[in-house]
């Protein structure tokens, strides 16, 4: 158990759907994140949040979109996905977000996701 | 453009060791991290060097060379529990960037 949750643990949806993914950290921590990881490929960082603003957007198409209500919150809401957007999608916690020396990240378990 | 690289597979027998070499080339460099992730679970932190030299935790090992862009995490006495997947990471502005991860299969 890292303090950080989400859900749903598995999802599969048509590609004319929409659909949100949820996290939650329970740590206290400042920065969250949204990472994309396919199989054989380096964590992909979709978008950062610190203090509720985003401060980072890695030229995410626009069917992904993010939500930060407060500091512990995160959403990815997502629509008219395509099948190579099947994957798994981790959350991430750190304490604080940008260039300082040491800032362990937290993940949550993870969505898989289908799109069909 | 930025990259880490990392062998995609290592195989070694249970009790021995094994070490995992990564080399990177980004923009900017904070340190190096490591984070293990079994199948089906979430990565967890391992180690951090931002320094040169040897970071000793337990049976893991992590070393840096800054000049070499190179580094290595080190695992003694391997348990079959430690078959996992294992990524290097970078902290480079304001993002960690990714290694694709080496999966170490451990043979009994």
């Known amino acids: 158990e890292t303090g950080v949750t989400q859900t749903p643990r598995h999802l599969v949806m048509g590609m004319t759907n929409k659909k949100s993914l949820k996290c939650e950290q329970h740590l206290g921590h400042n920065a969250m994140y949204w990472y994309k990881q396919s199989a054989k490929k380096p964590l992909e960082l979709m978008f950062v949040y610190s203090l509720e603003e985003r401060v980072e957007n890695n030229s995410v198409p626009s069917r992904f979109s993010p939500e930060c209500p407060n500091s512990s919150h995160l959403f990815l809401h997502l629509h008219t996905l395509q099948p190579e957007d099947s994957a798994l999608y981790l959350c991430?916690?750190?304490?604080?977000?940008?260039?300082?020396?040491?800032?362990?990240?937290?993940f949550g378990p993870g969505t898989r996701l289908t799109v069909l | 453009g930025q990259s880490l690289e990392q062998p995609s597979e290592v195989t070694a027998v249970e009790g021995a060791i094994v070490q995992i070499n990564c080399t990177y080339q980004?923009?900017?460099?904070?340190?190096l991290s490591w984070y293990q992730q079994h199948d089906g679970g979430a990565p967890t932190f391992l180690s951090y060097n931002a320094l040169d030299g040897l970071e000793e935790t337990g049976r893991f090992s992590s070393f840096l060379s800054r000049s070499d862009s190179y580094g290595y995490l080190l695992l003694q006495e391997l348990q079959m529990k430690d078959s996992a997947s294992y990524f290097c990471a970078v902290s480079s502005n304001y993002q960690l960037i990714w290694g694709a991860g080496t999966k170490l299969i451990i043979k009994p």
């Open positions: 991430a916690s750190s304490q604080e977000e940008g260039p300082t020396s040491y800032n362990e990240q937290f």
């Open positions: 980004t923009s900017g460099f904070y340190g």
